[in-house]
């Protein structure tokens, strides 16, 4: 590293925001270019390809139609009043936001290198950017359920989307997970610039599908793991809160909610404050 670089790299050390607050404030100054960016990850995955956004029915719809086929069938995953379907799709809507914005989030410092060789910016606003893909999916699996909703209106006459108070929730639980999202893609994205062992996280992402009712209902799980799930793992309170905003239905009462919002915060807390620390170095890295 030159006598040159390596002064430039002190002085941003010393102008680093104080403390996470004022690192996010800077976001406000880089709204432009964080939606320039995500356009350009969404248009970066479907280039070069024949049918473009249209995967999208493929990798949303087909794995859904696989696990309805065997799974509504089976006495334990059935969901009472709320059709089988309707569980899924909501479910899948979260978890997939989750699981795309993960996997693409660890990459999006190394996409965006054109980026930052031109212009400086927080590297959370990378991360940011790195959201757009996971929205796209997110607005999929909306459009979708609306149209199951639509269809069993019609032929079963029965309206089962809640239009009360508690729709609230639907957008908080979509931004708790995009929150979990930024938190961990903060901190998967600087390692990945170190270390390309990284890209193995989707092996854990499979597990930690199984372990969030996704696919089952909640009370599948045995009474002894029951509260260890609910308040381990953050997605299970995300995704009932969801299904609970949009159905009045939830396995999970609001302590849950409160815990999954809690430590959504901390970990979006923390992956925001390894990427300040992280920020004044990524020039030189980048």
Known sequence: MSAHNSVDLLVRSEEAPLNVFSYLSQLRNHWTLIIVAGIYLVRRTY???????VWLLGQGVLPMLGMMAVFQHVSKFQTGDLPYPLFL??????????????????????????????????GIAMTFAGLSLPIVYMSFYAILLLGAVAFIWITDHRFLLSLDLKLVFVPVSVVLALMLVVGISAVTSVIFLIARDIRHIGSLLHLWFFLTPIAYPLDVLP????????????????VEM?????????????????????????????????????????????
């Open 47 to 53: 280039q070069r390809t024949l049918l473009g956004p």
């Open 242 to 286: 969801y299904r609970y905003g949009l159905f009045g239905i939830s396995g999970a009462g609001y302590e849950v909610f409160l815990a999954a919002a809690a430590s959504t915060i901390s970990i979006f807390m923390m992956g925001v404050w390894f990427m300040m620390r992280s920020d004044w170095i990524l020039d030189e890295i980048l």
């Open 223 to 238: 009474g002894s793991w029951r509260a260890v799930w609910e308040y381990a793992n953050p997605l299970v309170g995300i």
């Open 89 to 122: 799709i909501s479910g899948m809507g979260i978890w997939t936001t989750v699981d795309l914005g993960i996997k693409r989030g660890f990459r999006t410092l190394n996409y965006l290198r054109r980026i930052k060789k031109v212009i400086h910016v927080p």
